[in-house]
Nanobody, 114 residues
Framework: VQLQASGGGLVQPGGSLRLSCAAS????????MGWYRQAPEKQRELVAL???????NYVDSVRGRFAISRDAAKNTVYLQMNSLKPEDTAVYYC?????????WGQGTQVTVSS
């Protein structure tokens, strides 16, 4: 499974961004896809998760502000991020869980700053 992430950038507090993650390869083996983030000097944390049947889960700090979704026809997962806060600043990584293994896309930087 290969993952290609895009969509990061610089945004002011209160703004929005949408991240995209396109999957290729053995897509049929994917059970979950999600987004993780890692801020400087912090551990990587799970932000949002979507299963292959569409169920979702979020870390408490983003619930109600972020929304994960998928377009099966495009093999793409999205993370819509609204009401962004400076503490959302991090490198965001796309992840797929397939065949009892984790696959990672390249990170994309999200910076929330005025």
């Amino acid at each position: 499974v290969q993952l290609q992430a895009s969509g990061g950038g610089l945004v002011q507090p209160g703004g929005s961004l949408r991240l995209s993650c396109a999957a290729s390869g053995k897509i049929s083996s994917i059970n979950f896809m999600g987004w993780y983030r890692q801020a400087p000097e912090k551990q990587r944390e799970l932000v949002a998760l979507i299963s292959n049947v569409g169920s979702t889960n979020y870390v408490d700090s983003v619930r109600g502000r972020f929304a994960i979704s998928r377009d099966a026809a495009k093999n793409t997962v999205y993370l819509q991020m609204n009401s962004l806060k400076p503490e959302d600043t991090a490198v965001y990584y796309c992840n797929a869980y397939a065949n009892r293994d984790h696959y990672w896309g390249q990170g994309t930087q999200v910076t929330v700053s005025s």
